[in-house]
C-alpha cells in the first residue's frame, strides 16, 4: 500500500498543459470517458487509468469531450500504444433517456448534475452523446489515424452482441462492428487493458486476448479458426447472426439464454456471431480477480476527488467515503446486468485491506465522520466462498441457497469491528443492497446492521412481491419477505429500536399486468411497508429481461407472457402503486 497521504496524491492529467508539468513530452495512452474524471476507485475510468500508470505507462484522461468535431482529441498528442473509449460509469442511453425514453434532465456522473454544456436552458449539447462509444471511437479515428481504438466499460461491455436499443427500439449489432474499433473489452477489463498495453508496446497482434473482442472477415476468420465448423461445438459457441435475429426475434432470446449461461460457468469456448460482412470474435474471460489481486487495485494512489474541471458531481457527493470490499454477484436477477459485467464470482477484499483505506479516508481534510458504505454489488455477499471450489451455474442464490455457499458471519462482523474502532470514525453504515435470504441466515449480523449500521432505513430489494413475476425475475418467492419482515420485527422490539425499510420494486416488468400491481399493493400494504423508491422496468442492453420484453417469451417456462410495452399499459400500472402508496415523486431510477 502507497503511504502517501491522500490529500497528497495527483489526478491523472486531463490537458496536455498538465502532462508538460510533469516533463512528459508525449503520452502512451488517452482514456476518452463521458463522464466528468473523479478520481476515485468507485469510478472505472480513474480505475483502469491508476493500473496503466502502475505498470510504467504516462496516461492521460479526456473527460466529456466536444463532439461535434475532433478538436479535443487533437489537443493531445498522437498517443504512443492506443486510445481507449469508455461511455462512462452508465451506458449513454441509460444516462439521457429514461425506461420511457423521456430525455433525462440531470446527469450524476457531470459537473453540478448537469447534462447539458452551459445552463440547463440552453440545451446546446449533450455532455455525453448517445452511444457515446460509437462518436468517440469516430473522433479517435479523425484524430489519430491508424493507432489502435480500444472500446471498454459498460456500454461496450454489455453492446457487444446483438442488443436492443430501447430508445430506437430497435435491435442493433455489435458495437464493436458498428464503431469499426480494433478490439472492445468486456467485463472489468484490469488484466485484459495491461495485456494490451504490453502488446501495443512490443509491436504485437492483438488477437485471442482473454476478455476481449475482435472483429474478423471471414478470411480472417478462417486463417485463425481452420477447424471451423467441424470442431465447432466443442470449442466454439456460434450464435445467431444479426440478419437471423432480425428475421426472427425470437433468436434473440435464444442468443440470450446461451450468453448467460456461458458467462456463469467461465465457459472457455469462443462465441462466434455474425454481424453484416463481419464475425464477432469473444475469447474467453478472463481469470476473477484474487483477493491479493483486488486489495492492491484499491491502494493506487487515487486523490479520491474531483479533477478541478468537474465541480460538485452528484455521484461523487454519494459515495466520496464509501469503500468497495466485494466484487461480482451471483444473484443473477434477470433484470440486472451485473453478473454479466463483473461476473458471478464473489472476490472479497482482505479486513486489513479494507481498513487501510478507510484509515485513509478517516484522515482526510474533509471526512465528516462517516464512512458511507462498505459494500458492493451486494454487500453481504462478502467473504461468502464454495465449498467445492466453484460449479458451472454459478446461481448461489436461486431458487433457494446452495449447500455449497459458504457464508462468514464472523468475518463480516469482525470488519464492522474494525472499521468501527478507526480513530475519527464516528459512523459506519452498510448502503449498499442486501440479501435478505443471507441475512435470515446470518442473525448476528443482521442485529449487528439494524442496531448500528442503517442508515435510516434498510435497503431490501423484493422487486415484486406476485410469486409469477419473481420467477420470471429470477428472485425468491414473497415467502421470503414475510419472512424477513418478522424477523426485523421480532429484533426490532428486542434492540428497543424503531426499524424502516426502503423496500426497491420493479413495475411493468415482462409478464406484468395491473392484477399484479394490485397484489404488490395488497402484499406491500399487509406487510406495513412504504414503497419510497420505484421504478418502470427498463430494457437495458445484456440482461435476459430484456430479451423477454424483445419476445415476449419466458426465458425460463419459453411460454408467452404478457408484456406492458405500450405507456399506457406502463403509466396505469405505475399509477396503482403511486395512488397506493401516496407517492409525491414518480418512481426514482436506480
Given at each position: 500500500m502507497?503511504t502517501?497521504?491522500i490529500?497528497?496524491?495527483?489526478p491523472?492529467?486531463?490537458?496536455?498543459?498538465?502532462c508538460?508539468?510533469?516533463g512528459?513530452?508525449?503520452?502512451?495512452i488517452?482514456l476518452?470517458?463521458?463522464?466528468?474524471?473523479i478520481d476515485h476507485?468507485?469510478?472505472?475510468?480513474a480505475l483502469?487509468?491508476?493500473v496503466?500508470e502502475?505498470?510504467g505507462?504516462r496516461?492521460a484522461i479526456l473527460?466529456?469531450p466536444?463532439?461535434h468535431?475532433?478538436d479535443d482529441f487533437?489537443?493531445f498528442?498522437?498517443?504512443n500504444l492506443?486510445?481507449g473509449?469508455?461511455?462512462?460509469?452508465?451506458?449513454?442511453i441509460?444516462?439521457n433517456?429514461s425506461?420511457?425514453?423521456?430525455?433525462?434532465?440531470?446527469?450524476?456522473y457531470s459537473p453540478?448534475g448537469?447534462?447539458?454544456?452551459?445552463s440547463k436552458?440552453?440545451?446546446?449539447?449533450?455532455r455525453?452523446?448517445?452511444r457515446a462509444c460509437?462518436?468517440?471511437t469516430?473522433?479517435?479515428?479523425?484524430?489519430?489515424p491508424?493507432?489502435?481504438?480500444?472500446?471498454?466499460?459498460?456500454e461496450a461491455?454489455?453492446?457487444r452482441?446483438?442488443?436492443y436499443?430501447?430508445q430506437q427500439?430497435?435491435?442493433?449489432?455489435s458495437?464493436?462492428?458498428?464503431a469499426?474499433?480494433?478490439?472492445?473489452?468486456?467485463?472489468?477489463?484490469?488484466k485484459s487493458?495491461r495485456e494490451?498495453?504490453?502488446?501495443?508496446e512490443?509491436?504485437?497482434?492483438l488477437g485471442?486476448?482473454a476478455?476481449t473482442?475482435?472483429?474478423?472477415?471471414?478470411?480472417?476468420?478462417h486463417?485463425?479458426?481452420?477447424?471451423?465448423?467441424?470442431?465447432?461445438?466443442?470449442?466454439f459457441?456460434?450464435?445467431?447472426?444479426?440478419?437471423?435475429i432480425?428475421?426472427?426475434?425470437?433468436?434473440?432470446?435464444d442468443?440470450?439464454?446461451e450468453?448467460n449461461?456461458?458467462?456463469?460457468?467461465?465457459?472457455n469456448r469462443?462465441?462466434?456471431?455474425?454481424?453484416?460482412?463481419h464475425?464477432?470474435?469473444?475469447y474467453?474471460?478472463q481469470?476473477?480477480?484474487?483477493?491479493d489481486?483486488l486489495?492492491i487495485?484499491?491502494?493506487?494512489?487515487?486523490?479520491r476527488?474531483?479533477?478541478?474541471?468537474?465541480?460538485?458531481?452528484p455521484?461523487?457527493?454519494?459515495i466520496?467515503?464509501?469503500?468497495?470490499i466485494?466484487?461480482?454477484?451471483?444473484?443473477?436477477?434477470s433484470f440486472c446486468?451485473?453478473?454479466?459485467?463483473?461476473?458471478?464470482a464473489i472476490v472479497s477484499?482482505?479486513r486489513k485491506?479494507?481498513r487501510?483505506e478507510?484509515?485513509?479516508?478517516?484522515?482526510?481534510?474533509?471526512?465528516?465522520?462517516t464512512?458511507?458504505?462498505?459494500?458492493?454489488p451486494t454487500?453481504?455477499?462478502?467473504?461468502?466462498?464454495?465449498?467445492i471450489?466453484s460449479?458451472k451455474?454459478h446461481?448461489?442464490?436461486?431458487?433457494?441457497?446452495c449447500p455449497?455457499?459458504?457464508?462468514?458471519e464472523?468475518?463480516?462482523?469482525?470488519?464492522?469491528?474494525?472499521v468501527?474502532?478507526?480513530?475519527n470514525v464516528k459512523?459506519l453504515?452498510?448502503?449498499?443492497?442486501?440479501?435478505?435470504?443471507?441475512?435470515?441466515?446470518?442473525p448476528k449480523?443482521?442485529r449487528?446492521?439494524?442496531?448500528k449500521?442503517t442508515?435510516?432505513?434498510?435497503?431490501?430489494?423484493?422487486?415484486h412481491?406476485?410469486?409469477?413475476l419473481?420467477?420470471?425475475?429470477?428472485?425468491?418467492p414473497?415467502?421470503l419477505l414475510k419472512?424477513?419482515?418478522a424477523?426485523?420485527?421480532?429484533?426490532?422490539?428486542?434492540?428497543g429500536r424503531k426499524?424502516?425499510?426502503t423496500?426497491?420494486i420493479i413495475?411493468?416488468?415482462?409478464g406484468s399486468?395491473?392484477?399484479?400491481?394490485?397484489?404488490?399493493?395488497?402484499d406491500?400494504n399487509?406487510?406495513?411497508?412504504?414503497?419510497r423508491?420505484f421504478?418502470?422496468f427498463t430494457?437495458?442492453?445484456g440482461?435476459l429481461?430484456t430479451a423477454m420484453?424483445?419476445?415476449g417469451i419466458?426465458?425460463y417456462s419459453?411460454k408467452q407472457?404478457?408484456i406492458?410495452?405500450?405507456?399506457a399499459?406502463?403509466?396505469?400500472q405505475?399509477?396503482?402503486v403511486e395512488?397506493?402508496f401516496?407517492?409525491?415523486?414518480?418512481?426514482k431510477?436506480?
Open positions: 502507497t502517501t497521504s490529500d497528497d496524491c495527483r491523472l492529467p486531463v490537458s496536455w498543459k498538465e508538460l508539468k510533469r512528459w513530452t508525449d503520452i502512451d488517452l476518452v470517458t463521458g463522464d466528468a474524471y476507485p468507485s469510478f472505472g475510468i483502469i487509468g491508476r496503466l502502475a505498470s505507462y496516461v473527460p466529456q466536444h463532439y468535431n475532433s487533437k489537443k498528442p498522437v498517443p492506443f486510445c473509449i469508455s461511455a462512462g460509469n452508465l451506458d449513454s441509460v444516462a433517456y425506461g420511457n425514453g423521456k430525455v433525462r434532465n440531470s446527469d450524476a453540478e448537469n447534462p447539458w454544456r452551459g436552458r440552453s440545451k446546446t449539447e449533450r455525453r452523446p448517445d460509437l462518436i468517440y469516430s473522433l479517435a479515428r479523425s484524430a489519430y491508424g493507432v489502435p481504438i480500444v472500446l471498454g466499460g459498460i461491455s454489455l453492446r452482441f446483438v442488443h436499443d430501447y427500439h430497435h435491435l442493433r449489432a458495437f464493436l462492428t458498428d469499426k474499433a480494433d478490439l472492445l473489452v468486456y467485463g472489468m477489463g484490469e487493458v494490451i498495453a504490453w502488446r501495443c512490443n509491436r504485437q497482434e485471442s486476448i476478455g473482442c475482435q472483429r474478423l472477415t471471414d478470411k480472417e476468420l486463417a485463425h479458426f481452420p477447424d471451423i465448423p467441424e470442431n465447432s461445438s466443442r470449442k459457441l456460434i450464435l445467431p447472426s444479426h440478419q437471423e432480425s428475421r426472427n426475434k425470437k433468436l434473440f432470446l442468443a440470450e439464454i450468453i449461461k456461458h458467462a456463469k460457468a467461465y465457459s469462443i462465441i462466434l456471431q455474425r454481424q453484416q460482412s464475425w464477432l470474435v469473444q474467453p474471460a481469470t476473477p480477480l484474487s483477493p489481486e486489495d487495485l484499491y491502494h493506487y494512489p487515487y486523490s476527488k474531483p479533477h478541478p474541471t468537474a465541480r460538485k458531481v455521484a461523487y457527493t454519494m466520496k467515503d464509501s469503500i468497495t466485494v466484487r461480482g454477484c451471483s444473484g443473477n436477477c446486468a451485473i453478473t454479466n459485467h463483473q461476473g458471478p477484499r482482505s485491506s479494507i487501510q478507510c484509515e485513509q479516508v478517516s484522515r482526510t481534510k474533509d471526512f465528516s465522520g464512512i458511507s458504505d462498505l459494500g458492493g454487500a453481504n455477499l462478502y467473504g461468502t466462498h464454495c465449498k471450489g460449479c451455474k446461481d448461489c442464490l436461486y431458487p433457494k441457497l455449497n455457499l459458504i457464508l462468514d464472523a468475518l463480516f462482523l469482525k470488519l464492522l469491528e474494525d468501527s474502532n478507526i480513530k459512523h453504515f452498510i448502503s449498499s443492497g442486501l440479501r435478505m435470504e443471507l441475512l435470515l441466515r446470518t449480523l443482521l449487528a446492521l439494524l442496531r449500521h442508515p435510516g432505513s434498510m435497503k431490501i430489494a423484493p422487486e412481491t406476485d410469486d409469477e419473481l420467477e420470471l425475475m429470477h428472485k425468491e414473497h415467502t419472512a424477513f419482515i424477523d426485523c420485527k421480532k429484533i426490532s422490539r428486542d434492540i426499524i424502516t425499510f423496500p426497491y413495475t411493468s416488468h415482462p399486468t395491473e392484477t399484479h400491481a394490485q397484489t404488490l399493493v395488497k406491500i399487509k406487510l406495513g411497508l412504504q414503497v423508491k421504478q418502470d430494457p437495458t442492453p440482461t429481461s420484453y424483445v419476445t419466458s426465458a419459453k407472457i404478457p406492458p410495452c405500450n405507456q399499459d406502463r403509466n396505469r405505475r399509477r396503482i395512488q397506493s401516496h407517492t409525491k415523486k414518480k418512481g431510477n436506480r
